[in-house]
């Protein structure tokens, strides 16, 4: 019986990755991936070698996934991993798990990465209730969501570009307040994996004065 594994994959340190994670991907006889690039270099990292890979990303997604489905139901073992962390978390895999589904083809979801969770727990933020929603809009709806952030009890979590991030922050201040408590998280699990913790005020000025690369994680 076809069965389809959601496999998470680190994202940055490569040694954080389950042995489970691995073994289903030494298994595996087909593999879909972001970026087959990507998952090439992870394989060769833990000597995973002769893997069927196949690009399944955001591009093609809405387009293929009844292909998919049918390579999937043509063979007993397929993992679906992301470039970082955990598929269908602001990444590729919601559709292809529902249609997955709806054929009747068995789904399983593996523990591990996922860049918000450690980024809200070395927060110092509260984190026995959290919100947590990816990426914000472009621009349509950015202002009414973070009204509603500001209304929320709970911690709110969120994801954001490098390009965009100074903007966005500028706008939490309006909406928000510069005195508003916020952490931002980038590169967790790599070499320059740093967290600034204090206002947004502080870190608008902050981040006006640094260079601002890599994949961010904002806490309020």
């Not at 966005?168 to 005195?179: H, I, P, Q, R, Y």
């Not at 980038?186 to 870190?203: P, Q, V």
Request: hydrophobic share 40%; net charge negative; with cysteine.
């Amino acid at each position: 019986m076809a069965k389809l594994f959601i496999v998470p994959t680190p994202i940055g340190n490569l040694e954080d990755i389950t042995l489970r994670a691995l073994n289903v991907l030494k298994a595996a006889d087909l593999i879909l991936c972001e970026d087959t690039r990507t998952t090439k270099n992870l394989l060769q990292h833990y000597a995973i070698e002769g893997k069927r890979c196949m690009a399944y990303h955001i591009f093609n997604e809405h387009e293929q996934v009844g292909n998919y489905i049918r390579m999937i139901q043509q063979v007993e073992t397929t993992a679906l991993v992301s470039d970082a962390g955990t598929p269908g978390i602001s990444d590729p895999g919601f559709l292809l798990v529902r249609e997955a589904l709806k054929q009747e083809v068995e789904v399983e979801c593996l523990p591990g990465p996922t860049a918000f969770v450690p980024a809200l727990i070395q927060s110092g933020f509260p984190c026995s209730s959290f919100y947590f929603y990816g990426f914000l809009p472009h621009k349509k709806g950015k202002e009414t969501l973070l009204k509603r952030f500001a209304e929320m009890e709970e911690t709110v979590v969120f994801y954001e570009s490098p390009h965009r991030l100074l903007k966005t922050l500028e706008k939490m201040v309006e909406v928000m307040g510069g005195e508003h408590p916020v952490a931002v998280a980038k590169e967790l699990t790599k070499i320059h994996s740093f967290t600034f913790r204090g206002t947004l005020a502080e870190a608008v000025q902050y981040f006006e004065n640094q260079p601002v690369k890599g994949e961010f994680v904002l806490i309020v």
